[in-house]
């Protein structure tokens, strides 16, 4: 099956910094890839999502890029602020087999003021 | 703007007991998911739901785990003999026809003693 893995486990930025997450995946056939945000003793929520036939998409101030042949995804967050200290996990489906993600181990993002 | 909901938000049981967790998805969704997140651990599939039967589930969703949707909102699982191993967050999801975005519910602690 599918294997995420997700790099910095930890991210400390300085406030207006730049934070960038990284996951690879080892299907290839996996063709949706959502990132969630999940605040400390909250439900994960979306924050952007990829499909397989896109390279880059852009909210504001998040950003998710993906490569394909690398299997390769990055989420990247611009103009950091407080709020976003959070942890991130990434994901992939293949939905053409199936619903279930795959999800990364996790990354813990602080951003100090 | 609808959402996922779980009861209860916290599980204390004693080992040996038999726990059902509940969650009302989405009332036009028709895929369901139960997900288990481990303290400090990656959110980790363990079933899914659609057409009134198992779609999918992980090797960790054995004998002990069941699911059901008794009535028309409704989405239950059921850990017939709980283990302390078994202490963990768990979230439930749902997603619409497209299968794209899944929604999650805030999440039961279960403890398990």
């Known amino acids: 099956g599918e294997n995420v893995e997700q790099h910095p486990s930890t991210l400390s930025v300085q406030e207006g910094d730049s934070a960038v997450i990284k996951c690879t995946y080892s299907d290839s056939a996996s063709n949706y890839f959502p990132w969630y945000k999940q605040e400390l003793g909250k439900r994960p929520q979306l924050i952007i999502d990829i499909r397989s036939n896109v390279g880059e998409k852009k909210d504001q101030r998040i950003a998710v890029t993906l490569n394909k042949t690398a299997k390769h995804f990055s989420l990247h967050i611009t103009e950091t602020q407080p709020e976003d200290s959070a942890v991130y996990f990434c994901a992939a489906r293949d939905s053409n087999t199936g619903n279930q993600f795959y999800f990364g181990t996790g990354t813990s993002l602080t951003v100090i003021p | 703007e609808p959402e996922v909901t779980q009861t209860p938000s916290h599980q204390v049981t004693q080992m040996g007991q038999e726990v059902i967790l509940r969650c009302v998805p989405i009332?036009?969704?028709?895929?369901f998911y139960w997900y288990r997140q481990i303290l400090g651990q990656k959110v980790e599939f363990l079933v899914s739901f659609y057409n009134n039967e198992i779609s999918e589930k992980s090797e960790i969703f054995d004998d002990q785990f069941s699911v059901e949707r008794p009535d028309g909102s409704n989405f239950t699982l059921k850990i017939r003999s709980t283990k302390l191993e078994d202490s963990a967050m768990y979230f439930c999801a749902s997603d619409g026809l497209a299968g794209e975005e899944q929604y999650f519910g805030p999440g039961t602690r279960l403890t398990v003693t």
């Open positions: 009332s036009n969704h028709l895929y």
